[in-house]
Structures are given as C-alpha cells and as structure tokens.
C-alpha cells in the first residue's frame, strides 16, 4: 500500500513541477511586456538610482513624502503615475517608472518642482506603450 502512494506521491510532485515551470515561462518571451530582465540588470549597477538610495536625512525624506503626497491626491493621473518610484538625494528628485502618457510624465514633473526644498528634478519616467 505504501508503494501504491508513493507512486502517486511521485507523480502528483512531477505533475506540480511541469505546471510551476509551465506558468513561470508564460510570459517570459523576449520582448513581451513583463520581460524586464534588462531593467533589472540596470537598476543592479550603480547607474540607476532605485529607491534603496533614497537618503534618509530629514529634508530629502520630507520632498520624497510631499512629492508623493502630491501625486497620489492627483486623481486625474493614473495608476501607473501614482506609483512611479520618487527619490531624493540632496534635494534632487528622481522620478522613474512606467507612467501612461507624455502628459503624465510632464505633470510629474511640475509636481516635485513645485515641491518646496526641490532643487532639480532627473524625470526618468518612461510613457507606457499602448
């Protein structure tokens, strides 16, 4: 009897291996839309800020909270905006991630030079493609 579940034991364990590698290669074609592996090997090296180097004085965590405030009350803009990655170093906003328009990507922009202690501001957001 042991062997009997065994065998079954083995082959559900198969059967959830083919189906995990299935659905982990769904999607993971070049050039589709959820292939990013590029911009993960960008934002590795140190030419890319990510949020890991946000600067954690006072002043640069204060733009980063307003400049974000400012964007997710904008209830004109879209998700995508509302989650575009902010970070400041020495009242340099960045701005980065996928946002749905120029537009958008221009109204961002006006926010965190709006934004009072904001010196510069580096728009990295990249409109969305359709």
């Keep these: 009897m042991s062997k009997r579940y065994s065998k079954l034991a083995i082959a559900l364990a198969a059967g959830l291996m083919l189906t995990m590698d299935w659905a982990g290669a769904a999607g993971k ?10 911009r993960n090997v960008r934002d590795k090296g140190n030419a890319t800020l ?11 965590l204060r733009i980063t909270a307003d400049v974000r ?7 004109s803009l879209s998700v995508n905006a509302h989650n575009a990655k902010v970070i400041t170093r020495n009242g340099t906003v960045t701005l980065r991630g996928p946002v749905n328009s120029e537009s958008e990507k221009n109204q961002l922009q006006d926010i965190a030079q709006k934004t009072p202690g904001v010196n510069q501001v580096d728009n ?4 969305r493609a359709p």
């Design 29 to 38: 074609t070049a050039g589709s839309p959820v292939e990013n592996t590029e």
């Design 50 to 60: 990510t949020p890991e180097d946000q600067l954690q004085n006072e002043g640069d």
């Design 69 to 75: 405030k400012a964007i997710t009350g904008d209830e």
């Design 124 to 127: 990295q957001l990249e409109v």
